[in-house]
T-cell receptor
């Protein structure tokens, strides 16, 4: 079945620095979705990318879908303490979503 | 609040007991999903409903698990004869359905602890 891998598993960032988390799928995806889960919370939908090479921005977050539609990245600039949490990418597998294991972000003030 | 709701939020039970969780999806959503999440992992798919029809079940859903969505609105997930390995967060999600891009919205989850 479809597998979605994310790296790194953990990201420790100094406040104000940038970082990128990567997502790779074993199969070509029709779209990719990103979710954020705060500590003790539930996954909250962030964005969906559909087109090959698509880039979308949400304030300090930049999401990219690879040309082959098998990988994606999330880049966060000027990290803030509000960015703490786990970021999941997910690819559709029929009607369900296959989630990666997530990148857990901690921020040093 | 018109989001997905789940009850209870926390459940502690003894091994061998039965538990039932409820999910109320966003009202106009006809698709409903159950996922399970353990520490350090992403949500894993359990089962999916289109209206009242259960269309897919994961191999993770053993005989002890049963889910229903009797009127195509709320859903229940029952676990019989709970085991310690069932301890996890059980997440419900719903989506509108239709089209090839169908965003799933998650509820707050039910955290199950089996002692």
């Amino acid at each position: 079945g479809q597998q979605v891998m994310q790296i790194p598993q953990y990201q420790h960032v100094q406040e104000g620095e940038d970082f990128t988390t990567y997502c790779n799928s074993s199969t070509t995806l029709s779209n990719i979705q990103w979710y954020k889960q705060r500590p003790g919370g539930h996954p909250v939908f962030l964005i969906q990318l559909v087109k090959s090479g698509e880039v979308k921005k949400q304030k300090r977050l930049t999401f990219q879908f690879g040309e082959a539609k098998k990988n994606s990245s999330l880049h966060i600039t000027a990290t803030q303490t509000t960015d703490v949490g786990t970021y999941f990418c997910a690819g559709p597998d029929d009607y369900k979503l296959s989630f990666g294991a997530g990148t857990t972000v901690t921020v040093r003030a | 609040d018109t989001g997905v709701s789940q009850n209870p939020r926390h459940k502690i039970t003894k091994r061998g007991q039965n538990v039932t969780f409820r999910c109320d999806p966003i009202s106009e959503h006809n698709r409903l999903y159950w996922y399970r999440q353990t520490l350090g992992q992403g949500p894993e798919f359990l089962t999916y409903f289109q209206n009242e029809a259960q269309l897919e079940k994961s191999r993770l859903l053993s005989d002890r698990f049963s889910a229903e969505r009797p009127k195509g609105s709320f859903s229940t997930l029952e676990i019989q004869r709970t085991e310690q390995g069932d301890s996890a967060m059980y997440l419900c999600a719903s989506s509108l359905g239709g089209g090839h891009v169908d965003t799933q919205y998650f509820g707050p989850g039910t955290r199950l602890t089996v002692l």
